[in-house]
């Protein structure tokens, strides 16, 4: 058994290179079931994938499911999407994070893996990848300034709900601008008395030549930012106070092609399944 796990490699590689807890990195992935194949993809998801092509991998050290109903769908904006085609598209969202500076090696493992679980036909295939994206941090912002649970935290933190949000520029230039009004005003200002604990914002990076062909190559590497909102509350319970305006948050300096709340699967049961259409 130790040749065939080469445990003594295990040992190596645990000796070297960065081990902190920052969320260097993510995997975001926004998937739509096809019809009729609902409950068979939330079992496969949750019974083998989310573990075995997700959290048995080296450097990803936290993961959450969430689930938007066709109530949240319809909460959607804007009405015509670059991301969400139609932007009711992608009913399941699952978030993950990586330690920082590990991203190459982490994917050294997943294109292995998932070249593995395809071979062995455990891979299901009547799902459509709507956004799937690993991405780099950015940057966090905190309602509570040093109070509270930390990005870190966030995926294993029991939140009530989370908001996608992907906003396009027109360059690296207007990006790199934008960024920097969102974590010095926008987001302040926006989270102040907001049922949002955190925000925390990524870039995506392009995938590897090697992956599955049933994954699409990541758009806007150099223009686009995805932003996570950390709910306290139901985001049904509070979308039109507080979050109806998201789609204006680019203003002057992008678009924001999708804004789709979620709210957080139950592990182990078909919760929700049978309102997703």
Same mark, same amino acid.
């Given at each position: 058994m130790?040749?065939?796990?080469?445990?003594?490699?295990y040992?190596?590689?645990?000796?070297v290179g960065p081990y902190g807890v920052r969320p260097g990195h993510a995997l975001?992935?926004?998937v739509e079931p096809h019809p009729g194949h609902e409950y068979a993809y939330n079992r496969w998801y949750e019974d083998d994938h989310y573990y075995a092509g997700a959290m048995a991998m080296p450097w990803m050290y936290a993961g959450r499911r969430w689930v938007?109903?066709?109530e949240l769908q319809e909460l959607r904006t804007p009405e015509k999407s670059?991301?969400?085609?139609?932007?009711?598209?992608?009913?399941y969202l699952s978030t993950y994070w990586i330690t920082e500076g590990r991203y190459d090696d982490h994917m050294k493992w997943t294109v292995g893996i998932n070249r593995r679980l395809n071979r062995d036909a455990r891979v299901h295939q009547e799902r459509t990848h709507v956004f799937t994206a690993f991405q780099d941090h950015e940057a966090t912002v905190y309602r509570d300034g040093a109070a509270g649970p930390r990005d870190f935290h966030a995926l294993d933190h029991p939140y009530a709900g989370l908001i996608l949000q992907v906003v396009d520029t027109e360059g690296?230039?207007?990006?790199?601008?934008?960024?920097?009004r969102?974590?010095?005003?926008?987001?302040?200002?926006?989270?102040?008395?907001?049922?949002?604990?955190m925000v925390t914002i990524f870039r995506p990076t392009p995938l590897p030549g090697d992956r599955m062909t049933y994954v699409k190559q990541v758009e806007g590497v150099d223009t686009r930012l995805t932003l996570l909102w950390f709910l306290e509350r139901d985001p049904r319970e509070c979308w039109t106070e507080h979050f109806g305006e998201l789609e204006s948050l680019g203003a002057d300096a992008g678009r924001v092609e999708l804004v789709a709340p979620f709210i957080p699967?139950?592990?182990?049961? @078909?919760?929700?399944? @049978?309102?997703?259409r």
């Open positions: 130790s040749e065939e796990t080469r445990s003594e490699t040992a190596e590689l645990a000796s975001i992935t926004m938007a109903t066709r670059a991301v969400a085609r139609p932007v009711t598209a992608g009913c690296p230039e207007e990006r790199a601008a934008l960024l920097e969102l974590r010095t005003r926008e987001l302040p200002r926006r989270l102040t008395g907001s049922p949002a604990a699967t139950v592990p182990g049961t @078909d919760l929700y399944v @049978d309102q997703l």
